[in-house]
T-cell receptor
Framework: DAKTTQPPSMDCAEGRAANLPCNHSTISGNEYVYWYRQIHSQGPQYIIHGLKNNETNEMASLIITEDRKSSTLILPHATLRDTAVYYCIVSLSGTYKYIFGTGTRLKVLA | GAVVSQHPSRVICKSGTSVKIECRSLDFQATTMFWYRQFPKKSLMLMATSNEGSKATYEQGVEKDKFLINHASLTLSTLTVTSAHPEDSSFYIC??????????FGQGTRLTVV
């Protein structure tokens, strides 16, 4: 079973920040949090990952709570092309074996 | 970043025939690759771990005789759906990784059995 839970769907206005939450209360100390997204009929695309510190790259920011039981993916200025299903996954670094939860279907509205 | 490529991207086959899907790591070597299947509007379900030079490890409930996996080289894993039936129609996706990086996914193969 997946170790993450996410809201099934969210809407966000174009140009606004999209904040996608993820609960992973049973995460172990050496497991990372990975975020991917999947646009219809394509393979998942990597977005960002982190262990305990907040992370930022050109696509998004990842905020991990101090107890590591939850995290938030932030898309700072959502565009229509960000409409996708977003998956939060916890896994050991370098194992690549991912158990996907149900994900959050994000719809960016014009 | 690393690239994982699948072929074909779409395939239609007749009921009772077998179909092979290839997954290649284009710029790195992968001792393990992973196969997933995905039904419409559902999440990815891990089917099996493909191990280079040894037998694949299947997840509970996945028929190993139906879904044959071969990982004969460090850059190629194949999934063969044997004696395909309409219920095997699905989106099949592979992944692989290198070092301590994240996993990279192929673009997926849509199988339709008619």
């Amino acid at each position: 079973d997946a170790k993450t839970t996410q809201p099934p769907s969210m809407d966000c206005a174009e140009g606004r920040a999209a904040n996608l939450p993820c609960n992973h209360s049973t995460i172990s100390g050496n497991e990372y949090v990975y975020w991917y997204r999947q646009i219809h009929s394509q393979g998942p695309q990597y977005i960002i990952h982190g262990l305990k510190n907040n992370e930022t790259n050109e696509m998004a920011s990842l905020i991990i709570t101090e107890d590591r039981k939850s995290s938030t993916l932030i898309l700072p200025h959502a565009t229509l092309r960000d409409t996708a299903v977003y998956y939060c996954i916890v896994s050991l670094s370098g194992t690549y074996k991912y158990i996907f939860g149900t994900g959050t279907r994000l719809k960016v509205l014009a | 970043g690393a690239v994982v490529s699948q072929h074909p991207s779409r395939v239609i086959c007749k009921s009772g025939t077998s179909v092979k899907i290839e997954c290649r790591s284009l710029d790195f070597q992968a001792t393990t690759m992973f196969w997933y299947r995905q039904f419409p509007k559902k999440s990815l379900m891990l089917m099996a771990t493909s191990n280079e030079g040894s037998k694949a490890t299947y997840e509970q409930g996945v028929e190993k005789d139906k879904f044959l996996i071969n990982h004969a080289s460090l850059t190629l894993s194949t999934l063969t759906v044997t004696s395909a039936h309409p219920e095997d129609s699905s989106f099949y996706i592979c992944s692989a990784g290198q070092g301590d990086t994240e996993a990279f996914f192929g673009q997926g193969t849509r199988l339709t059995v008619v």
